[in-house]
């Protein structure tokens, strides 16, 4: 792994000479993506064939400044050192990267990116980590912060279930940890306590041991910070053996379309933050409307292909911005010159400038119905925590 990682590197710092303006041509503007379109988070991949198909939306209205909008989407299998292999092979024939998945990957990546002058929109990952390391300049994030997420779910356990014996299911890299460290805060701060701290790593299968753990806390609420598969298999354990403690599950697992066709009515009530628009949401369903018509096989994955869309609206208005004489300088300009932009009236609005760049930092608390078909019910509105950077 760590001469994967090197290799990697060292091939993204010196590789070949880079392009006078990568991705740009007379009539096509190209970008670049990597995601999990296979492996344990292979829900999430779905943000890349959302984007994909926005894109193609896009195009058959005339495209931008007369140029198609093409996006290059490879497959990482949510392993850092795959995507960082990617990454360098894309380096120097895309305009930007859209939309890297996982914090585990932007880990490895972001650093490289940054001295390779690749911009980076909307990265699917804790925006912590770009803070304090000189690799913000051209990252543009809307996502939300994991520690403040925390925070927020360990207050929601107490004041939505009356829970104040609360255990947590954590991913074992900076995607968990950081929201297991913001749900100590809130719990503490909330009168609640933390009795079981269970990780697991991205690669487990087998989650007997991990259900044993929290069924022996006792817990009356759990916290799931995990994939979609991750999450499935331990809530799938857990009620095997008779135990349902009430769910809060980190926004990662939103798409209760997703979680349904895991879990079926073992999701009936769970409570989960939704960073984005929902499906059931007027302006959502105009969008996934839209989607579907373009790639038949969203259907049942539409929340995570939403994100995706998302993502990509916001690449497209800052090629729209930046004009027909596009370059990575004017198109990360171009970017900073979004103000409470809100596209397709879709979730919170958008805000960056030069010295800002995490522009959306928000979440909401929703609950889900006895079906996938009902509509979310709202917990909490919109919390607007502060930006990162």
Same mark, same amino acid.
């Not at 590789?15 to 190209?30: H, I, L, M, S, Y």
């Not at 959302?50 to 949510?78: F, I, K, P, S, T």
């Not at 998945?101 to 804790?126: D, I, K, R």
């Not at 690799?135 to 009356?162: K, Q």
């Given at each position: ?24 041509r007379e009539d096509e503007v190209v970008l670049g993506m990597t995601a999990p379109l296979t492996g344990p988070a292979a829900a999430w991949g779905s943000v890349a064939l959302g984007?994909?198909?926005? %894109? ?13 909008v093409r996006l290059v989407v490879r497959d990482d299998g949510y392993a850092p050192g795959r995507a960082l292999a990617q990454l360098s092979a894309l380096k120097n024939s895309v ?32 925006? !912590? ?8 300049? @051209? ?7 994991? =520690?403040?997420?925390?925070?927020? +779910? /360990? ?9 104040? =014996? ?13 929201? &297991?460290?913001? &749900?100590? *805060? ?25 259900? +044993?753990?929290l069924r022996g806390s006792r817990a009356e609420a759990l916290v799931l910070f995990s994939t979609t598969a991750h999450a499935a298999r331990l809530v799938r354990e857990l009620a095997?053996? /008779?135990? @349902? ?7 990662? &697992?939103?798409? !209760? ?11 009936? /009530? ?5 960073? /984005?628009?929902? @499906? ?10 839209? $989607? +579907? %018509?373009?790639?038949?096989? $969203?259907?049942? =994955?539409?929340?995570?292909? $939403? ?13 729209? *911005?930046?004009? =027909? ?37 928000? &979440? ?12 979310? *019910? ?12």
């Amino acid at each position: 792994m760590r001469r994967l990682f090197l290799t990697a590197w060292a091939a993204l710092t010196v590789g070949c000479a880079p392009a006078t303006n990568p991705g740009v041509r007379e009539d096509e503007v190209v970008l670049g993506m990597t995601a999990p379109l296979t492996g344990p988070a292979a829900a999430w991949g779905s943000v890349a064939l959302g984007a994909r198909a926005w %894109a193609e939306e896009v195009n058959a209205l005339g495209g931008v400044h007369g140029r198609r909008v093409r996006l290059v989407v490879r497959d990482d299998g949510y392993a850092p050192g795959r995507a960082l292999a990617q990454l360098s092979a894309l380096k120097n024939s895309v305009l930007a990267v859209l939309g890297p998945v996982g914090t585990a990957v932007l880990q490895a990546s972001h650093l490289p990116l940054a001295e390779a002058g690749v911009p980076v929109v909307c990265p699917f990952g804790n925006p !912590r980590v770009f803070v304090g390391r000189g690799s913000t300049a @051209r990252v543009f994030s809307i996502y939300p912060d994991y =520690r403040g997420e925390g925070e927020l +779910l /360990g207050a929601h356990c107490v004041v939505f279930a009356g829970a104040r =014996r609360v255990a947590v299911f954590y991913q074992n890299d900076d995607f968990g940890k950081e929201g &297991l460290f913001g &749900l100590r *805060r809130g719990l503490e701060a909330a009168g609640g306590s933390l009795v079981a701290a269970v990780p697991y790593e991205a690669q487990e299968r087998e989650l007997g041991v991990h259900a +044993l753990r929290l069924r022996g806390s006792r817990a009356e609420a759990l916290v799931l910070f995990s994939t979609t598969a991750h999450a499935a298999r331990l809530v799938r354990e857990l009620a095997r053996n /008779g135990q @349902r403690p009430a769910i809060f599950a980190s926004f990662t &697992l939103s798409d !209760r379309h997703v979680m349904f066709s895991l879990l079926g009515p073992l999701w009936a /009530g769970a409570r989960f933050d939704a960073r /984005g628009p929902i @499906r059931g949401e007027a302006a959502a369903d105009r969008i996934i409307a839209r $989607l +579907l %018509a373009r790639d038949p096989r $969203l259907r049942g =994955r539409e929340g995570f292909a $939403l994100e995706g869309a998302l993502a990509m609206m916001v690449a497209v208005e800052g090629l729209q *911005r930046a004009g =027909r004489g596009l370059d990575r300088a004017s198109f990360v300009a171009a970017l900073e010159s979004l103000r409470e932009w809100a596209p397709e009236g879709l979730g919170a609005p958008i805000s960056f400038a030069p010295g800002r760049h995490h522009g959306l930092n928000a &979440l909401r608390l929703m609950q889900a119905g006895r079906r996938a078909e009902d509509p979310p *019910r709202e917990l909490a509105p919109w919390r607007y925590m502060p930006p990162l950077f």
